[in-house]
């Protein structure tokens, strides 16, 4: 048996339970985008060296392969994968955990500092494209679940921290404004 089933060359794709449906339709983009922020988180890990960090991403892998399982699984699937409010409150008891670590929040961040850093700032845009292709989903008329959007807001927060964290730890300062156009110490405008 063959990866290669052929069954996609028309360009279309099967759900979880074999309706087949469009590779362009919104709830293809949706989980494919979630797919692909996997990947890239997947990247991240690979290079960070912060045990945490590596730990904490690996178990949010696991979770996003529930979630793309979700958006993949038409409604009437009573087997689907679920984001469960509990997940939603463990990233948002990390965030809460990081963010109140000294140093960490400190102004709008410049991506690039550092290469583990920016790994993870690439994977904090594709959450929110994640999120954004999760909306049009859910407008369209589909079923999403709440803790499903919930999640990758919350994520993209996370993501963002777990970059500020890999700076703060390696003594870099990448903060955007610097001097005396220094900004608060923190802003919501990236929220």
Known sequence: MSIATKHGDAGQTGLVGGLRISKADLRVEAY??????NSILGFARSICTN?????????????????????????????APVITPEDVDNLTNLVHQIESIEGVLSDWSLPGAHTESAAYEVARTVCRRSERHVVRLA??????????????????????LFG?????????????????TAGPRWSRAWK
């Open 32 to 37: 494919g985008s979630v797919d692909e922020l």
């Open 51 to 79: 045990k945490e960090i590596h730990d904490w991403t690996e178990g949010i892998q696991r979770t996003l392969f529930s979630l793309g399982g979700a958006l993949a699984s038409p409604p009437e699937n009573k087997n």
């Open 139 to 160: 407008e369209s008329g589909v079923e999403v679940k709440p803790e499903i959007l919930a999640y990758l807001n919350r994520l993209s927060d996370l993501i963002w």
């Open 164 to 180: 500020r964290l890999i700076e703060r730890n390696a003594g870099i300062d990448a903060r955007l404004r610097t001097g005396e």
